[in-house]
């Protein structure tokens, strides 16, 4: 673009330098150039004088001359476009536009492994099988994923036996395929099924990098009691201060594929933004 137009407007600009130089004396010449530091020098002054007695002419310039004076408007531009690609760059880099181009992703520090439960959850993991329990390891955990169980007035342990006997379907014939890492129940009791190392089986196709939590409820419409809604608060705070997450990484079923689940937080909007804020509130008591 810049060459084109250039020698598009290249009679025009030499008839403008020409004049130009031409007004110009030796001496306001040098005063100019040693003004310039940038190294700049449009105008040498040892070709100076040789334009000097073309006063007023319009065919003068020798064709080093003219082309020094072509390359004048590059090398005025370039200084600038080389600072605002360095500042664009170091833009991006700030925001991390790394990200988006190159799928650089910051490393991600926490030791899942690591993660000890504390006592007011009940461990009883699911058999190791390819349709609740495939022994997958979870590298990071970006959210933390909640869910109703849709199977009014069943318990915690019930739904643990169901994802546990998964493991005996023929892998030869396929099957039913689903899991979770913790189940909240009726009482406020929490199982947890899956180690937060291995992915769960619920949140397709989010599996890699959410961690699961059904919750129990005693009707249709899907709403916690309120000893369920209490541990659900208390776990997921537990969760987000262990797996360096906040509320706002708190998500529905919903909002990973679109089911209608959790129902009750799908259905009563504030309900599901007044559970965030208790979780925000619990994990700054913590
Ligand atoms: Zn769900």
């Given at each position: 673009m810049l060459y084109l137009s250039q020698s598009k407007g290249d009679a025009d600009m030499q008839d403008e330098y020409s004049n130009d130089i031409n007004r110009i004396s030796p001496d306001e010449g040098a005063a100019n150039s040693s003004k310039n530091t940038a190294g700049n020098t449009f105008r040498p002054q040892a070709e100076r004088p040789r334009f000097k007695p073309e006063t007023g002419a319009v065919s003068g310039p020798s064709r080093t001359g003219s082309r020094s004076r072509r390359r004048t408007p590059i090398e005025k531009i370039l200084p600038v476009l080389c600072l605002a690609l360095l500042f664009l760059a170091g833009m991006g880099a700030g925001v991390g536009i790394g990200y988006r181009i190159w799928g650089y992703e910051a490393p991600y520090?926490?030791?899942?492994?690591a993660i000890k439960s504390p006592d007011w959850i009940e461990q009883k993991l699911l058999r190791?099988?390819?349709?609740?329990?495939?022994?997958v390891s979870m590298r990071s955990v970006k959210n933390i994923v909640v869910h109703y169980v849709g199977n009014p007035n069943t318990s915690a342990d019930s739904n643990q036996r169901y994802f546990d006997s998964l493991a005996d379907q023929d892998p030869e014939k396929g099957g039913a395929s689903s899991s979770s890492h913790f189940i909240v129940g009726l009482e406020g009791e929490i199982i947890q099924c899956i180690p937060l190392s291995e992915i769960s089986y619920a949140n397709a196709p989010r599996n890699f990098d959410t961690v699961t939590i059904e919750v129990c409820h005693p009707d249709e419409t899907g709403k916690f009691t309120d000893a369920s809604y209490e541990s659900l608060v208390k776990l997921t705070a537990w969760l987000c201060e262990e797996l360096d997450l906040d509320e706002k990484d708190v998500i529905r079923h919903y909002d990973v594929n679109g089911k209608g689940c959790p129902k009750y937080f799908v259905d009563n909007e504030d309900a599901w933004k007044q559970f965030r804020k208790d979780v925000k509130a619990a994990l700054k008591e913590q």
């Open positions: 520090t926490v030791d899942l492994k190791k099988n390819i349709f609740s329990r495939p022994d």
